[in-house]
């Protein structure tokens, strides 16, 4: 560790309900922090976390406008008035900051590189923390899974380009942190993925398939999530 | 991450029904490999981990004999029969190598350090991982709490020694591990649980009343749990 020029301050947090996974990142140095995807029952736990680490919240950023819980990013910024939340510029959702492409979100002398990474939203974005060689993918790309594409804008052929395009082309020793699993697993890399993905291993057509076939039900909480979304920050 | 000598993989690991943790420890270099506290539900997903990431088991280990879930020790090593399970000398329990105090367990280029930690049960070992700064605790520590101290020969006394002398001794900034965790945390250090946890950090006499006074349910498979321990090596 004594290699890197800038410590990084990392905790994953996860809600059991919806198997969600929240990344508390802080640079070492300034003690500045974010929070990807902070999830609203959560929201005391986390709070206190960025107390105990004694880190300062500059930004609560969500991957994507999720389906499957709702965000704290609202609730956090109450209670913290100097974060700003943070979403793709095409997720169609209000907040703070937007991000495009290319974009960095800094904090303290860390910095995350935004990659749009569309097929599961229009909006989702996966950030890479280049210093310390990992990614967070949202639910674009899962641990030998990926996200649905059946709702909320999805597509199967956008959302394999996507991977293949701006996830899979990082180094393949980066780690690769999701925003959800369900079987217990916590981190991956580029090349286990290249190697073990159950779906993105395969070719587009197979890809889009298997996508189009999943039969899966309607998320449990997409009804409350609209009815927020529509008169609150995501 | 380049200063270090021997690389290590690291996968934290979730057995949801029962919030343990798994960890499988794998030496970079030769690709040897230890589990920490398998779960017998998650033996088939463990074994498809160590194929894909191409890694060897050498040993299966558990920190303590456990009374919330059934080790997946003896599954693992009918599937991998070159694996020998690893357990503290004073569990009471078969094993193929006890270990004590002070004791290395090697697996490729690195080792643990065994450290004895008795107080949730008598046999209750701290395996820590000095060159990557990291110590897996069992549940001696929890954290922000601790194992329970009622029952399998447990002693608040004893407990609130082994976290002091051979926990909260090691530097600062080592990250600790441990075999559980109900509100989703993953991750601790001791110098966050030096400050923060909200029984270690009171006087001696507190902690034992803390403990004894907890009034906790018998745990759900304690009674499942010794049937097995009776027939078979855990």
């Not at 500045?32 to 500059?58: F, S, T, W």
């Not at 804008?153 to 956008?158: A, K, L």
């Not at 990082?170 to 993905?197: C, I, M, Q």
């Amino acid at each position: 560790m004594s290699s890197v020029k800038n410590p990084l301050i990392l905790r994953q947090l996860f809600h059991k309900e919806t198997s969600t996974y929240t990344y508390l990142l802080a640079c070492g140095n300034t003690k500045e922090a974010v929070l990807i995807d902070p999830v609203l029952d959560c929201v005391e736990r986390d709070l206190k976390l960025l107390q105990e680490l004694g880190v300062h919240l500059v930004y609560g950023m969500n991957t994507h406008v999720h389906a499957d819980h709702i965000t704290g990013t609202g609730k956090l910024k109450e209670a913290l008035p100097d974060c700003k939340s943070v979403l793709g510029s095409k997720s169609g959702a209000r907040a703070d900051v937007y991000v495009a492409q290319d974009e960095n979100v800094k904090f303290g002398n860390l910095a995350l590189e935004c990659r749009s990474t569309p097929g599961h939203t229009n909006g989702c974005t996966t950030y890479v923390l280049h210093e310390h060689e990992m990614a967070f993918t949202g639910d674009a790309l899962l641990i030998r899974g990926c996200g649905r594409t059946d709702f909320q804008q999805g597509s199967p052929s956008v959302l394999f380009e996507s991977v293949h395009s701006q996830i899979f082309s990082l180094p393949k020793h980066y780690k690769l942190y999701p925003a959800h699993d369900y079987k217990g697993f916590s981190v991956t890399t580029v090349e286990e993925e290249l190697a073990h993905n159950t779906r993105l291993t395969k070719t587009k057509e197979e890809f889009i398939k298997i996508m189009d076939n999943l039969n899966l039900p309607y998320p449990k909480r997409l009804g409350k999530f609209c009815k927020i979304t529509s008169s609150r920050e995501i």
